[in-house]
């Protein structure tokens, strides 16, 4: 066997990273009709957000090995969370439209300058068991409908209003 020149060692990259950035200071709207924005404040988690594809089994007889395509795209089932503010009407509110299961356009703007809108299909509301030591809290839960936009650059202040049409950057 021939004598093969291959270096092992691991690669060195010119590329040094910052420190990653934490989740804290996100800042999550909603709107009913694409217009008008409202912060929905509390929020501890709100879930996976993104779609990715199931796959299509294309194998035939004729192949010796398993082959796929992509298929359709379809988001995660969502939990969103968060502490109950009784004085905050925004959250009411979107507890109520939860509770109507209400498709509503939501917005997550990270302190990263990234952000994303999408269509949410929300599915009820349940109120977790509090205990002497907890705070209240709620849960809603979701389906994403469609795909997510997407953006990238933006300065988060406590102001951002997004994009009112997810699907026309």
């Given at each position: ?5 291959v270096n092992l060692e691991p690669a ?158």
């Amino acid at each position: 066997m021939a004598d093969l020149d291959v270096n092992l060692e691991p690669a060195r990259y010119s590329y040094t990273p910052t420190d990653a950035i934490v989740g804290g200071e996100t800042q999550v709207q909603y709107s009913t009709d694409g217009t008008t924005w409202k912060p929905l404040r509390g929020v501890t988690a709100y879930g996976d957000t993104g779609e990715t594809a199931s796959f299509i089994d294309q194998t035939t007889v004729e192949d010796s090995e398993a082959r796929y395509l992509a298929g359709k795209s379809e988001a995660p089932d969502r939990t969103i969370s968060g502490y109950l503010y009784p004085d905050d009407t925004d959250q009411a509110a979107f507890l109520e439209l939860a509770e109507s299961k209400a498709n509503v356009l939501m917005s997550i703007f990270w302190k990263s300058g990234n952000a994303v809108t999408f269509v949410i299909a929300l599915g009820g509301r349940i109120d977790p068991e509090a205990t002497s030591d907890s705070l209240l809290s709620w849960q809603v839960t979701g389906k994403q409908s469609g795909k997510a936009k997407r953006w990238s650059g933006l300065t988060v202040t406590s102001d951002v209003t997004p994009n009112p049409d997810p699907n026309n950057p």
